[in-house]
T-cell receptor, first 111, second 114 residues
Framework: GQQLNQSPQSMFIQEGEDVSMNCTSSSIFNTWLWYKQDPGEGPVLLIALYKAGELTSNGRLTAQFGITRKDSFLNISASIPSDVGIYFC???????????FGKGTRLHILP | SAVISQKPSRDICQRGTSLTIQCQVD?????MFWYRQQPGQSLTLIAT?????????ESGFVIDKFPISRPNLTFSTLTVSNMSPEDSSIYLCSVTSGPPYEQYFGPGTRLTVT
């Protein structure tokens, strides 16, 4: 079945650094979603992308819908401690539009 | 976006027992879903809760183990039956609201089976 592959699996960065993570698939997606999950909470939708090449920002977060439709990128600028958490990419699967999730990128900020 | 609440927020249960998790949404929604998140893992769709008809289960999940009710457009329950330690997970309710494909999640129910 369709799968979403996220990299890196985890990141350890210093506060103030910029962060880049990506999500790839062997099949085309027509929508890309980026979520963040804080410990003990449900995932929160950060950004939704609907068109190939689309670049969308939400504060310090910027996400892009790859032109091949097989990948998407999320960047975080000037990271702060509250950025710690798990970032998931997601998208609707072909056969029934149900949303599937990647395995997540765990972001840690070093003290 | 919809506001979703779940009860209980966490529970510790003995093996062989059952737990019913409730999901309440602050507005009427067409689509409601139940996901499982095993420790340190991603989210796996269990089933779609259909109002007025039987839930639609994903491969690997069966109605006898995870019976679901959806009596109206704002409420659903998921029961985890005959629990074993392997059922220890976070169970999340989700709805679609607004633009297509944008799903919103409840805070989750953290279940530990001993």
């Amino acid at each position: 079945g369709q799968q979403l592959n996220q990299s890196p699996q985890s990141m350890f960065i210093q506060e103030g650094e910029d962060v880049s993570m990506n999500c790839t698939s062997s099949s085309i997606f027509n929508t890309w979603l980026w979520y963040k999950q804080d410990p003990g909470e449900g995932p929160v939708l950060l950004i939704a992308l609907y068109k190939a090449g689309e670049l969308t920002s939400n504060g310090r977060l910027t996400a892009q819908f790859g032109i091949t439709r097989k990948d998407s990128f999320l960047n975080i600028s000037a990271s702060i401690p509250s950025d710690v958490g798990i970032y998931f990419c997601a998208g609707p699967r072909d056969r029934d539009d149900k949303i599937i999730f990647g395995k997540g990128t765990r972001l840690h900020i070093l003290p | 976006s919809a506001v979703i609440s779940q009860k209980p927020s966490r529970d510790i249960c003995q093996r062989g027992t059952s737990l019913t998790i409730q999901c309440q949404v602050d507005s009427q929604v067409t689509m409601m879903f139940w996901y499982r998140q095993q420790p340190g893992q991603s989210l796996t769709l269990i089933a779609t809760a259909n109002q007025g008809s039987e839930a639609t289960y994903e491969s690997g999940f069966v109605i006898d183990k995870f019976p679901i009710s959806r009596p109206n457009l704002t409420f659903s329950t998921l029961t985890v039956s005959n629990m074993s330690p392997e059922d220890s997970s976070i169970y999340l309710c989700s709805v679609t609201s607004g633009p297509p494909y944008e799903q919103y999640f409840g805070p989750g129910t953290r279940l530990t089976v001993t």
